[in-house]
C-alpha cells in the first residue's frame, strides 16, 4: 500500500470504503472548491452513515415509485435483446444491420459487488475485441462494467450501454426516465445525465489507452434515451457531452493534490465513526464535528441536492456568517468578501475599503441607498 493510501485510510478509520459512482463523481463537479468533500470521497467515507450519526436531515432522494419507474423503463428499453433500442441506435448513430449485435452483461458472475472484477475484464475483452477489429465485435453491451482511476483507487462504474460503430467510435447510451416532450427534455436533469455520462467516457478512455488505443475513438457525443412524450415509447437523442467531459477530468485531475489536502489537517484528523460488533457507531459526535472543522468547507446552496453533509456545512456557513451562505449569486456579487459582516461594514461605511474593494464597496453602498430608498417610499 502507498502511502497515499495508507493516509487516505486513516482518514476514514475502521470502516470499508464507499465505492465510488458514475453519480458521486458527478457531484464532484457541481462543488469543485470543497476540500472537505474531495479529501471524504477520496478516502471513502461514506457521508451518508457518518450524517446519520450526527442526527443530521440528509438531501431529498429519489422515491422508490421514481427509481421503479426508472427500472421499468430501462428493463422495456432492452427487452427482447435491446429490440427496440437497436432500432433506435441504429437511426441514431447509422449503425447498418451487421452492427447490431447485442451483449448482455448483467448474466457475467452476478450482480453481488464482489463479481465486478470479473464483469470489468469480461467487458475489457468484449471492448479491446471490438476495437481491435476481431470478429465477432460486440456491438451493443448492456451494462457493462468500466473502471476508472480516481485519486490513485480504481473505481468500477456501470454504464447503461455501450455501442461500438464497425468505422471505430464508441458511444456510451444513458436510459433515463424523464420524458423528452415535443423534443424538449428538462435541461437541469440533461445536464446531469451528461455529467454522469461523462465519467463513463473517461472510463472507457482509460481501456483504450491502457491498451495503447487512441482514446479519442469514444465520442464525446452521448446518446439519452427518454420516454417520448407521455407514452412509454423511447426516443433516442444525440448530446455534445464535451463540457461535461472537460469540467469532470478536470476536477478529476484536482484531487491528485491530495497530499496538499491531507497536508493542512492536524495530525491524527480521522473521519472513523468507531462502529462496534454491530457496525452502530460510537466515536463522540464533538470529536467527529472537530475532524470536519479541520476540513475546510465551500458551502454553496447546490450542496443541498448533492451531498450527504449539506445541513451541517450549512449551519457552520450560517454560524460563521460567510457570504456563500447566502447563495451562490451573492457570494459571486461580492467575490472577494468572505464575511457578511465586512459586506455590512464597507456598505455602511464602517470599514473603508481598500483598493481592490472599492468598485465593490461603491456597488454595496449604492445598493444600500436603493433598499433605503425603497423602504422610506421615494423609489
Ligand atoms: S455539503 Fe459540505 S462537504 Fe458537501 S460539498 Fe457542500 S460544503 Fe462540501
Redesign the pocket.
Same mark, same amino acid.
Given at each position: 500500500m502507498n502511502s497515499l493510501a495508507a493516509r487516505l485510510d486513516a482518514l476514514r478509520g475502521s470502516s470499508p470504503a464507499a465505492p465510488h459512482t458514475a453519480r458521486t463523481l458527478a457531484?464532484l463537479t457541481?462543488?469543485p472548491g470543497?476540500?472537505?468533500?474531495?479529501l471524504?470521497d477520496a478516502a471513502g467515507v461514506d457521508?451518508d452513515a457518518l450524517a446519520a450519526h450526527l442526527n443530521l436531515p440528509r438531501p431529498l432522494r429519489p422515491s422508490t415509485i421514481a427509481l421503479d419507474h426508472g427500472a421499468a423503463f430501462e428493463r422495456r428499453v432492452t427487452a427482447q435483446a435491446g429490440a427496440e433500442l437497436v432500432q433506435l441506435l441504429r437511426k441514431t448513430l447509422n449503425l447498418t444491420l451487421p452492427e447490431v449485435s447485442y451483449e448482455d452483461l448483467n448474466a457475467v458472475g452476478g450482480r453481488e459487488p464482489s463479481s465486478l472484477p470479473l464483469r470489468h475484464a469480461r467487458t475489457r475483452s468484449l471492448i479491446l475485441s471490438a476495437a481491435h477489429d476481431r470478429a465477432p465485435a460486440r456491438t451493443l453491451l448492456n451494462h457493462p462494467v468500466l473502471r476508472l482511476t480516481v485519486a490513485g483507487h480504481p473505481a468500477y462504474l456501470e454504464p447503461d450501454i455501450v455501442a461500438f460503430q464497425n468505422h471505430g467510435t464508441f458511444h456510451i447510451v444513458e436510459v433515463k426516465s424523464f420524458p423528452v416532450i415535443d423534443g424538449q427534455a428538462d435541461p437541469t436533469k440533461v445536464a446531469a445525465a451528461l455529467t454522469q455520462a461523462a465519467a463513463y467516457v473517461l472510463a472507457l478512455r482509460e481501456l483504450l489507452a491502457d491498451d495503447g488505443l487512441p482514446p479519442e475513438r469514444v465520442s464525446n457525443g452521448v446518446v439519452l434515451v427518454n420516454p417520448r412524450n407521455f407514452s412509454h415509447r423511447p426516443t433516442a437523442t444525440l448530446i455534445d457531452a464535451v463540457q461535461q467531459i472537460k469540467s469532470l477530468s478536470r476536477h478529476l485531475g484536482r484531487l491528485r493534490r491530495l497530499p496538499d489536502l491531507l497536508d493542512q489537517l492536524p495530525p491524527g484528523t480521522t473521519f472513523d465513526l468507531a462502529p462496534d460488533s454491530e457496525a452502530n457507531p460510537t466515536r463522540p459526535r464533538e470529536e467527529l464535528a472537530t475532524a470536519?472543522s479541520a @476540513?475546510r468547507?465551500?458551502?454553496?446552496p447546490?450542496?443541498?441536492r448533492?451531498?450527504?453533509?449539506?445541513?451541517?456545512?450549512?449551519d457552520? @456557513?450560517r454560524n460563521q456568517g460567510r457570504t456563500e451562505a447566502l447563495g451562490t449569486t451573492v457570494r459571486d456579487d461580492v467575490a472577494g468578501i468572505e464575511d457578511i459582516a465586512m459586506a455590512l461594514a464597507l456598505a455602511d461605511g464602517h470599514q473603508h475599503p481598500s483598493r481592490d474593494r472599492a468598485d465593490i464597496t461603491h456597488a454595496l453602498r449604492h445598493a444600500q441607498r436603493v433598499h433605503a430608498d425603497f423602504l422610506a417610499g421615494t423609489t
Open positions: 457531484a457541481t462543488n470543497c476540500d472537505r468533500r474531495a471524504m457521508k470536519l @476540513a468547507a465551500h458551502y454553496i447546490g450542496c443541498l448533492h451531498c450527504d453533509l449539506a445541513y451541517y456545512c450549512r457552520e @456557513a
